[in-house]
């Protein structure tokens, strides 16, 4: 009967025994600790850090011998469109704010003949582009995982 009274702050639930007046007050709010986890999107800049590191990812692989088949007759707003689909994927597959809307990997790849050995000169590619733009060890091992996650699904077993 005669012990404190305690109020509770109805929004944010604090409690006092000193009064609604007290619930507030800089000194009681303790700072708490959050751990804030940034996507791999944030961590890698956004959009146009992933369009930059995907740009020159792709004119490495046009201008390589061994991929110049795959996109052979494409014409220019096919390789935009190609370009773009490539640049959601990896947005969205970051956790970025991105809707990739194309097809699944499987069927984008299958019937291309992507082999074992262009696998490998794709991964050295994939590996240099974001070592160009200086991103973190833990975030280009983080992409390279990922993409290493799809090899199932885009090379052909021949």
Known sequence: MGGPS???????????DKGPEDY????????EKRIETKSLYER??????????TDDLLAWLLNDPQFVVF????SENSLRRD????????CEAAGGPVFYT???MQTSHKGLGINASDWEVFMRHAAAAPEKFAVPSPE???VLAFLTSLQGD????V
């Open 6 to 16: 305690i109020y509770t702050c109805t929004p944010c639930r604090r409690r006092s």
């Open 24 to 31: 507030h007050k800089p000194e009681r709010i303790k700072k």
């Open 44 to 53: 890698l800049g956004g959009y146009d850090a992933i369009a930059a590191i």
């Open 71 to 74: 996109w052979k007759g494409h």
């Open 83 to 90: 370009r773009q689909l490539v640049v959601n994927f990896m």
């Open 102 to 104: 194309g097809r699944d």
């Open 140 to 142: 280009r091992d983080e």
């Open 154 to 157: 885009i090379v052909e077993r």
